[in-house]
């Protein structure tokens, strides 16, 4: 696994130790012949300005999704972003200025390769505004924090958004809201409500992985080669709910 680092881009305000946060890009997985690149992003608060480091839990939780993504048949490069501080800082968006830089760190490693963005919560809302890149072809927005106002994915990009319905931290409402804005727009866009599940994804959480495993690798089917390996499509409820998010053209789905 390799990593880089990035300082921050305006400002640079030490921590109480007199250490300096960094954004971080680690590759997980980093094939020569990757056809696809995934990123995955942790989530955060509001408001903030503690470095996130490697152990703490809003980014260790998003480990798991990760090790599942490289177990997508074919050349996936899977890359996690680590942001600098904990917070979306207002005007500031500190995390989206990390997850542009991130995003440039992949076009440079595999240009005019398309992208798919994993995030949760805070790191979900930074994925639905990286959904305006042109490079950008899905987003996997997991119990995104939504706000009114915020950017929202291309049209060339698919939209899915996974949300349990005991979330008490952000609201299943501003998901469906979303989803069917993006709906009426023509846009491809998806919700799937997780029944009996929380925000931080611990309930069910193996359903929430094999869903972002299998949404990912049926939408870049072509550039992985799955087909011509002759890879089986998942069956049953979940392997349900994957065709209808990536061949149905948009709808609410219930698991």
Same mark, same amino acid.
């Given at each position: 696994?390799?990593?880089?680092?990035?300082?921050?881009?305006?400002?640079? /305000?030490?921590?109480?130790?007199?250490?300096?946060? #960094?954004?971080?890009?680690?590759?997980?997985?980093?094939?020569?012949?990757?056809?696809?690149?995934?990123?995955?992003?942790?989530?955060?608060?509001?408001?903030?300005?503690?470095?996130?480091?490697?152990?703490?839990?809003?980014?260790?939780?998003?480990?798991? #999704?990760?090790?599942?993504?490289?177990?997508?048949?074919?050349?996936?490069?899977?890359?996690? /972003?680590? #942001?600098?501080?904990?917070?979306?800082?207002?005007?500031?968006?500190?995390?989206?200025?990390?997850?542009?830089?991130?995003?440039?760190?992949?076009?440079?490693?595999?240009?005019?390769?398309?992208?798919?963005?994993?995030?949760?919560?805070?790191?979900?809302?930074?994925?639905?505004?990286?959904?305006?890149?042109?490079?950008?072809?899905?987003?996997?927005?997991?119990?995104?924090?939504?706000?009114?106002?915020?950017?929202?994915?291309?049209?060339?990009?698919?939209? /899915?958004?996974?949300?349990?319905?005991?979330?008490?931290?952000?609201?299943?409402?501003?998901?469906?809201?979303?989803?069917?804005?993006?709906?009426?727009?023509?846009?491809?866009?998806?919700?799937?409500?997780?029944?009996?599940?929380?925000?931080?994804?611990?309930?069910?959480?193996?359903?929430?992985?094999?869903?972002?495993?299998?949404?990912?690798?049926?939408? #870049?089917?072509?550039?992985?080669?799955?087909?011509?390996?002759?890879?089986?499509?998942?069956?049953?409820?979940?392997?349900?709910?994957?065709?209808?998010? /990536?061949?149905?053209?948009?709808?609410?789905?219930?698991?």
């Amino acid at each position: 696994m390799s990593t880089t680092s990035v300082g921050q881009l305006d400002e640079v /305000v030490p921590t109480s130790r007199g250490r300096m946060p #960094f954004a971080t890009l680690a590759w997980d997985a980093q094939p020569a012949d990757a056809g696809a690149v995934a990123i995955v992003l942790h989530g955060g608060a509001v408001n903030g300005r503690e470095p996130n480091l490697p152990w703490s839990h809003n980014v260790a939780r998003l480990v798991p #999704f990760a090790r599942s993504l490289r177990s997508v048949p074919g050349p996936l490069a899977v890359a996690r /972003v680590r #942001f600098r501080y904990r917070g979306w800082n207002g005007a500031e968006q500190a995390p989206l200025v990390d997850a542009r830089w991130a995003l440039e760190q992949v076009r440079a490693a595999y240009p005019d390769r398309p992208v798919a963005v994993v995030g949760h919560s805070m790191g979900g809302r930074v994925a639905l505004h990286l959904g305006d890149e042109p490079d950008v072809r899905l987003v996997l927005a997991l119990a995104p924090w939504i706000e009114p106002g915020d950017t929202s994915p291309g049209p060339w990009c698919r939209t /899915v958004v996974l949300h349990g319905d005991r979330d008490v931290i952000c609201g299943l409402s501003r998901s469906r809201r979303l989803v069917e804005q993006l709906q009426s727009q023509g846009r491809d866009a998806t919700l799937i409500r997780i029944a009996r599940s929380d925000h931080a994804m611990l309930l069910r959480a193996r359903l929430w992985t094999e869903l972002v495993t299998g949404v990912t690798a049926a939408t #870049f089917a072509d550039e992985l080669g799955i087909g011509d390996d002759g890879v089986e499509p998942r069956s049953g409820v979940v392997g349900a709910a994957i065709a209808r998010a /990536v061949h149905g053209g948009g709808s609410v789905i219930d698991l």
